[in-house]
């Protein structure tokens, strides 16, 4: 089955500044990529998503990258702010598309430091 | 529309005990996800069904978990008998078939 893997576990950077986070997954046949925020004791919220057939998607302040080939895709927050705090996890959807249900990193917790 | 509506909120039991945790997913969605989070393990997924159908069960960690969904907007997820290890944040999810997945507020689920 799919197997993702996510870094960094925990992120802190100064408000204003950019945050990175990674991910990689191991099966070539996945087509979809969300990413979820997760704040203290609430459910998981999409936040943006990408398909297989796209490079970059752009949402504000959020972008995400992909690259098959490689089989990595990242989340990219810019100006980040105090709200931007919680933990963010990514997924990879199985080879039948997300029908298949998603598999998740293991989170990043991101503190923006102010 | 209220979104995926889970119940209870939170539930505390004894090992031994029966637990059902059950879900109401977004109307009109044909997708629905059981999903348990602990700090150790992350965002598991134990079963999904699709049409009301059960597609895959292979993340059900034992014979004491069991899951239905009688029709397209009700579902249960049943533990019997339930033990400590079990705690954690139980999450049903819905979606369209191949489309955006939206999350319940989640059972935090603690066995004593």
């Known amino acids: 089955g799919e197997n993702v893997e996510q870094h960094p576990s925990t992120l802190s950077v100064q408000e204003g500044d950019s945050a990175v986070i990674k991910c990689t997954y191991s099966d070539s046949a996945s087509n979809y990529f969300p990413w979820y925020k997760q704040e203290l004791g609430k459910r998981p919220q999409l936040i943006i998503d990408?398909?297989?057939?796209?490079g970059e998607k752009k949402d504000q302040r959020i972008a995400v990258t992909l690259n098959k080939t490689a089989k990595h895709f990242s989340l990219h927050i810019t100006e980040t702010q105090p709200e931007d705090s919680a933990v963010y996890f990514c997924a990879a959807s199985g080879a039948d598309g997300l029908g298949d249900g998603l598999t998740f990193g293991k989170g990043t917790h991101l503190i923006i430091q102010p | 529309d209220a979104g995926v509506i889970q119940s209870p909120r939170h539930e505390v039991t004894e090992m031994g005990q029966e637990v059902t945790l059950r879900c109401k997913p977004i109307?009109?969605?044909?997708?629905l996800f059981w999903y348990r989070q602990t700090m150790m393990r992350g965002l598991e997924l134990l079963i999904y069904?699709?049409?009301?159908?059960?597609?895959?069960d292979s993340g059900m960690p034992e014979d004491r978990f069991s899951a239905k969904m009688p029709n397209a907007s009700f579902s249960t997820l049943k533990i019997q008998p339930s033990e400590p290890r079990d705690s954690a944040v139980y999450f049903c999810a819905s979606s369209l078939i191949n489309e955006k997945l939206f999350f319940g507020s989640g059972t935090q689920l603690s066995v004593l």
């Open positions: 109307s009109g969605h044909n997708s």
């Open positions: 990408i398909r297989s057939n796209v």
């Open positions: 069904f699709n049409n009301n159908v059960p597609i895959d």
